[in-house]
């Protein structure tokens, strides 16, 4: 003991080493779920992408880069000559535009709706609130399928077209890239609503008024100083509506008809019909690159504008 401190004692705040070994064991259980439930299925994914294609399905336990070169390349079935995939190109080229469109139009749906309930009183913004919420209630599946029957040549907004005179016949949507369109911005613009309400809600309204002081136009006040402000929340809305549009399945695979396909509708059917998993495997992976890298570019484009 020295000046009346015990030695032994801790430093105030910090765990002893009996303590951190403690939470460690606490949090083995996590620890095991996440590397079995997380990991495992990511690890047999890489590890069947640089494997051969099956007789019938599976894979060939030989290393072999086939499904790679088939992503862009494929072969004729005559005289082997190699040509770009073009199948291939324009379900990711669609996979891809239907997301960014997607997220851009859920933005432009969201932040006004995100705006309007976090200016109303308090007592009103949790029945707002719990009106977005209420498609979560509801199965994917159901939801998608409402949609149809809206957008469909015999549906609700057809029927109301003609009825007002607006149209004489139906008009095609359903089966298109703006039905799979309309779908996903209905499904996701939600996961979209929540996070630009949550920024906006802890906005600073007099930061509006001294914009308007100093003679701002409208527009100018909304580009100079509500969105510099509620970038977080419109960072993390676009994450939430592009990751999971960019590998949507049940939306495409109903509304698109199997015709329009997108990428996750085409890594089921490798792994399916198709029966090459290695290509699955590929596209896969490809996918995740292709998250990350939006991920990746948003966080810095973010943390650059913080910066400045």
């Not at 040509?83 to 080229?93: G, N, P, R, V």
């Not at 019909?273 to 290695?278: A, L, T, V």
């Amino acid at each position: 003991m020295a000046g009346g401190v015990p030695a032994a004692a801790a430093p105030q705040g910090r765990a002893t080493p009996a303590q951190a070994r403690a939470g460690w064991w606490l949090s083995a259980p996590a620890l095991v779920l996440l590397a079995v439930g997380a990991t495992g299925p990511l690890i047999v994914i890489v590890i069947y992408a640089f494997l051969a294609k099956g007789s019938y399905s599976g894979v060939e336990w030989e290393l072999s880069f086939d499904a790679w070169f088939q992503v862009l390349f494929q072969r004729d079935i005559f005289d082997d000559t190699v040509s770009f995939a073009d199948a291939h190109l324009a379900i990711f080229w669609r996979s891809v535009k239907l997301s960014v469109l997607t997220t851009a139009l859920a933005f432009a749906v969201g932040l006004p709706t995100a705006w309007f309930i976090a200016t109303r009183p308090a007592a009103q913004r949790t029945w707002w609130l719990f009106a977005i919420t209420i498609p979560f209630w509801t199965n994917l599946l159901i939801r998608t399928f409402a949609i149809m029957e809206v957008i469909r040549n015999g549906g609700l907004m057809n029927s109301a077209l003609i009825a007002l005179g607006v149209i004489e016949t139906p008009i095609q949507i359903l089966y298109t890239d703006t039905a799979v369109l309309i779908g996903m911005v209905y499904v996701y613009l939600p996961l979209m609503v929540l996070p630009l309400y949550a920024a906006v809600e802890r906005f600073d309204m007099t930061l509006l008024e001294a914009a308007h002081d100093l003679y701002a136009s409208r527009l100018q006040a909304l580009r100079r100083v509500v969105l510099p402000v509620i970038r977080p929340g419109i960072v993390a809305g676009s994450i939430l509506v592009f990751v999971p549009s960019l590998g949507a399945y049940v939306t495409p695979r109903i509304l698109g008809g199997g015709k329009n396909m997108m990428i996750g509708n085409f890594i089921e059917l490798q792994f399916g019909q198709g029966r090459n998993w290695p290509l699955g495997a590929a596209l896969s992976l490809i996918l995740l690159v292709i998250v990350l890298t939006a991920l990746l570019t948003l966080t810095r484009l973010t943390e650059r504008n913080d910066g400045r």
